[in-house]
């Protein structure tokens, strides 16, 4: 019953998850209506300017929300935080349902952001320490699975139906979440151990088995006691939680040099530029169909492979499925004659997604959530997932103009260069946490 009611918990949790990825993609379908006036709620097409905005600004949104809520995650409950943060993604999708002018849409957009990035910071917190050692990676790769999810919804939705019922649809989704995790959702342990020991031992009653409720409440106990309220010069200071920093700040910043970000924003615009013969407008739906197919294959089989297992095979396949890519549109900018091959696009970028989410995506996610003790968290998390936006946003703003510099061919031989490298990183500077107790890995990140 404790492990049935923990993935209950645990999924109902990642439900925003999925809710916030949409924001991801929004601006792939509803670009397109707004640089039209079939379906044009602001009445004008709107400029390069504004809609570069509008695709990037919900990034520095994320950027600040990861700011603000991992220091929030050191003094309020995660439930509280997570419930909380369905009430943005509710309000302002209506609001940008019957929005008709470009400052509010944009401002909507920013806002969103600010709750996009508070539910990537302290959502891996809570599923890390609600899960029980021995699932932690697949619940982990569940989260790729509900992000997944989330991304593919503007995808087959956007382009079919209005702008109106498609922001309705955006705000029920946070509805139903709130109402679920508020009424079935537990606090996580790990926040209540530190003023409430009953409460504590009440939800890990219902998560774990009976017998070994006294040993977690005296690890946990032990583990609050060694650690104290830190800042981010607090971490840079301790050996363990330096070397833990360093682990989690490579593997996002390898995880960006994929060129991940650059796939899912510019996914139609790269299908364009590829002239493939099949509609720009339904290769992304493929493309996002086949990772969300491999995030379930995976999630079932994570638990069975060593994290660096995972992760360094992960970056080994994308490096190598970034080669032929690259190929092609060098070959196409150089004026060879690539008609032959023309599907060659579609099916790098569907290996692509396939063989990233067998670690660089779930495994990246678990490996984060296991690495640091409760009360370090909210700061380490806040300030890696702070770079990963900034990352994130001048990919992201910069890609046309690397694309006009080197062509997508090289940019995409120079992540793959950096995948090979991220091989090389997990090889020597990373820790294996599969089946570790929280405890067991800070004992190993200070030896």
């Given amino acids: 019953m404790?492990?049935?009611?923990?993935?209950?918990s645990v999924f109902i949790a990642e439900l925003i998850f999925l809710i916030a990825s949409t924001s991801a993609t929004w601006s792939s379908p509803m670009l397109v209506k707004l640089n039209g006036t079939d379906d044009n709620p602001l009445g004008y097409v709107i400029s390069k300017t504004e809609n570069s905005l509008l695709a990037s600004l919900n990034i520095?949104?994320?950027?600040?929300?990861?700011?603000?809520?991992?220091?929030?995650?050191?003094?309020?409950?995660?439930k509280s935080l997570l419930t909380f943060l369905g009430l943005p993604l509710l309000v302002f999708c209506l609001v940008m349902a019957w929005c008709k002018v470009y400052w509010l849409?944009?401002?909507?957009?920013?806002?969103?952001?600010?709750?996009?990035?508070?539910?990537?910071?302290?959502?891996?917190?809570?599923?890390?320490?609600?899960?029980d050692a021995n699932n932690r990676g697949i619940l982990g790769a569940s989260l790729t699975v509900?992000?997944?999810v989330g991304m593919l919804i503007p995808y087959c939705l956007g382009p079919f139906i209005p702008y109106f019922w498609f922001h309705i649809i955006l705000a029920v989704l946070p509805a139903i979440y709130m109402v679920l995790f508020y009424v079935f959702a537990p606090e996580s342990p790990y926040h209540l151990i530190k003023t409430d020991e009953d409460a504590a031992r009440k939800v890990l009653l219902k998560i774990r088995s009976k017998e070994k409720v006294p040993q977690i409440i005296e690890e946990m106990k032990l583990s609050m006691k060694q650690t104290t309220d830190v800042s981010i010069m607090d971490i840079l200071r301790s050996r363990g939680l330096r070397k833990a920093f360093i682990m989690g700040l490579g593997g996002f910043t390898f995880q960006q040099l994929t060129g991940t970000i650059i796939v899912a924003t510019y996914t139609q615009t790269i299908?364009?530029?590829?002239?493939?013969?099949i509609s720009s407008d339904l290769c992304p739906i493929i493309v996002a169909i086949a990772q969300l197919i491999m995030t379930i294959f995976v999630s079932a089989i994570s638990d069975r492979y060593p994290r660096k297992f995972l992760l360094s095979l992960s970056h080994f396949l994308v490096a190598l499925v970034q080669i032929p890519f690259g190929a092609y549109f060098f070959l196409k900018k150089h004026d060879y004659d690539v008609e032959s091959v023309s599907w060659l696009p579609l099916v790098c970028l569907i290996i692509y997604v396939c063989v990233y989410n067998i670690g660089v995506g779930p495994v990246l996610v678990t490996f984060l959530g296991e690495l640091f003790p409760p009360r370090v968290k909210g700061?380490?998390?806040?300030?890696?997932l702070s770079v990963n936006w900034i990352g994130s946003f001048f990919l992201t703003s910069y890609f046309n103009t690397m694309n006009d510099a080197l062509g997508i061919g090289v940019l995409f031989w120079l992540f793959s260069l950096c995948s090979f490298l991220a091989v090389i990183f997990i090889k020597f500077f990373m820790i294996e946490t599969k089946g570790k107790t929280l405890e067991e890995i800070q004992k190993e990140l200070n030896d």
């Fill in 105 to 131: 849409l944009l401002s909507c957009r920013f806002i969103i952001g600010i709750a996009c990035g508070g539910v990537f910071t302290i959502l891996p917190m809570y599923c890390g320490e609600i899960a």
């Fill in 60 to 78: 520095i949104g994320s950027l600040i929300g990861s700011i603000i809520f991992g220091m929030l995650g050191q003094k309020f409950g995660r």
């Fill in 379 to 384: 700061v380490a998390i806040s300030c890696m």
């Fill in 146 to 148: 509900f992000m997944n």
């Fill in 2 to 8: 404790g492990a049935q009611y923990m993935y209950i």
């Fill in 271 to 277: 299908f364009e530029e590829a002239g493939s013969g």
